[in-house]
């Protein structure tokens, strides 16, 4: 059963003969640190972090924490699956939820199933009825670290009655060597729709193209250059959108998104079997305390978050995988990160 006890969280390392080295805890399965070695012989950390485990603040941005059940928005905290609509517990002050409802899977401990130096599993029960979802959802996520510098975190989960699910980990992620101000690196998103939202930041309900728009990441571009260029970054102050990825990302043979220093110095691919990323430039980051207790300012990371585009349990005409689950099927997907230091 969910739990989350005033016990100190468990805090885990991961660590490759590489010299990539993890941290991780049970309290929200949350990925708290990535530090990649460099070729000058520094391990830079490439995760925006808080200092101390259970620092509102950052459980609020969700700082590397596992997202479920659902992740991302859900307009007016209701999933539709044919005639039946089932109601969920709405998000303080919001009428829609949003990552799971206020005690999702990042507010909860999870079990540690097994860890050793290479790989950490988690476990977690979430009941029928949990957070308005129905039917119990058994969960599973692992962080493993493969050959050089590549994570893999992979979620499986099953039900014992029809539900949605999409589990995901929102890192913030910024590569430069001090982290400041994230606008100034280049990404690149291989996607040629986009999905506009409303003034909550709810889905409008139809995907739109990027061509000519400052949503297009088709090609390699810094987010400062296009910023609040559009009118659909009103909403959010900023990029806060899903993009549908290109079909040839699906089988993981094309990254999902690639993501650079400013200075050309590090570089991360992003790889997923789900089917849209969710990027958020981390527009209200500021004042959230880091590590060493500094705020961190605007923008200081960027999430880049694999999943089904949210609002999915309300649309099932959108050109994706079903998200809903089904007794006796098995949730997995897979995200996969790259990191790459030029010599």
Not at 3 to 21: F, I, M, Q
């Amino acid at each position: 059963m969910p739990h989350d006890t005033t016990d100190s969280p468990t805090v885990l390392t991961l660590r490759h003969a590489t010299g990539l080295e993890l941290s991780l805890m049970d309290l929200g399965a949350t990925w708290l640190s990535c530090k990649v070695p460099m070729p000058g012989g520094e391990a830079r950390e490439v995760l925006l972090g808080r200092q101390s485990p259970r620092e509102p603040q950052a459980m609020g941005a969700f700082l590397g924490a596992t997202i479920g059940r659902y992740a991302n928005r859900i307009g007016q905290a209701r999933i539709r699956r044919g005639d039946e609509v089932t109601q969920l517990t709405t998000n303080p002050g919001s009428k829609h939820q949003l990552h799971g409802g206020p005690r999702g899977f990042d507010k909860l401990r999870w079990t540690i199933a097994s860890h050793d130096d290479q790989e950490a599993v988690f476990t977690l029960v979430s009941p029928d009825g949990d957070q308005g979802f129905p039917g119990q959802l058994d969960a599973r996520v692992s962080y493993r670290l493969l050959d050089g510098l590549v994570i893999e975190m992979q979620a499986e989960a099953r039900t014992s009655a029809p539900t949605p699910v999409c589990l995901t980990n929102h890192a913030y992620f910024n590569l430069d060597a001090v982290h400041a101000d994230a606008r100034q690196q280049s990404l690149r998103i291989p996607a040629a729709q986009y999905l506009p939202v409303d003034g909550d930041l709810i889905p409008l309900g139809e995907l739109a193209s990027v061509q000519g728009t400052g949503f297009d990441f088709r090609e390699p571009k810094t987010l400062a250059r296009d910023w609040m260029r559009d009118g659909q970054q009103q909403p959010g102050a900023g990029y806060d959108h899903a993009f549908l990825l290109d079909a040839a990302c699906a089988g993981m043979d094309q990254p999902a998104a690639q993501l650079r220093a400013a200075d050309g110095s590090l570089a991360m691919e992003l790889f997923t079997t789900l089917p849209s990323v969710q990027m958020y430039a981390g527009q209200y980051l500021g004042g959230i305390p880091s590590r060493d207790g500094t705020p961190y300012p605007a923008c200081a990371g960027i999430a880049l978050e694999p999943q089904f585009l949210p609002d999915s349990p309300n649309h099932a005409d959108w050109p994706e995988p079903s998200c809903w689950l089904m007794p006796g099927d098995l949730y997995r997907q897979t995200i996969r990160w790259r990191f790459t230091a030029p010599v």
